[in-house]
Every structure is written in structure tokens, then in C-alpha cells.
């Protein structure tokens, strides 16, 4: 399996960040082992319209099977969902304490947009 996390840097150590679309970083790992595959910086951060949906796409192009974010918006729900990626929220902390939650399940598996679309855009992290 392989589970993104939204974060504000590269590894375990990073601080998550809360935007799915517009965080920095998507470090991707295997939360079996805790073996990062990769972080990734998303290019779609700073785009002027679309960062979640490009997002969605950069990452089930990487074989993506779960995103772990604090928010996502609409299109890119759509787009994970449309791709088959589950969209797990309630991250907090490093990239390595948001995988100790969803390991231990704490984390919350939602179907559809946790904020409205372009709240990503104030910069919120």
C-alpha cells in the first residue's frame, strides 16, 4: 500500500500541512514498514486555479492508494475518489505522528469535501 501525507517538508520528521492541494509536499510511504517511497514537491501548489484536482492526478499517476490531509475541497474529492484513492483528514503534527494515526485508525475516512473550494488559497496551514 502506499499512503501520501500532506506535509510541509520532505520525510517522517516534516510538519503536515492541512491543504491537500496546496501543501508543499506529498511524502509517500508504506505504513507496513514506515518506508518512505518519495516526497514529492507539488509543482500544483502555486497554480492559479486547479491544485487539488492536478494534485489528485500527480498522485494517482504514482499509484496512490490513500491521501492523508487535513482538508480537501470539492474537486479534488472528486478527482481522489474518481481514482480510486481513499481520503483519510485529522492529521496534525509530524508526517510520522499522522501515520501513527491512521495505523491506529484515528484518523477520519470521508467521502466528500471537508471545506468549500479555493480555501486552500488563504495560505491556511
Not at 5 to 17: I, K, P, S
Not at 21 to 44: A, H, K, M, Q, T
Request: charged share 20%; glycine share 12%.
Amino acid at each position: 500500500m502506499k499512503l501520501a501525507v500532506c506535509a510541509r517538508g520532505e520525510g517522517l520528521g516534516a510538519q503536515t500541512d492541512q491543504r491537500f492541494g496546496r501543501c508543499p509536499y506529498f511524502v509517500l510511504v508504506d505504513p507496513v514498514s514506515d518506508e518512505v517511497f518519495e516526497s514529492i514537491r507539488n509543482e500544483n501548489a502555486a497554480a492559479a486555479g486547479g491544485a487539488g484536482p492536478q494534485s489528485a492526478q500527480l498522485l494517482a499517476n504514482r499509484g496512490v492508494d490513500a491521501v492523508v490531509t487535513g482538508n480537501v475541497g470539492p474537486k479534488a474529492a472528486y478527482a481522489l475518489k474518481a481514482a480510486g484513492v481513499e481520503i483519510y483528514t485529522g492529521i496534525e503534527g509530524t508526517v510520522s505522528n499522522s501515520l501513527q494515526k491512521y495505523k491506529e485508525g484515528k484518523l477520519s475516512l470521508v467521502s466528500d469535501a471537508t471545506v468549500q473550494a479555493h480555501s486552500g488559497m488563504k495560505n491556511d496551514k
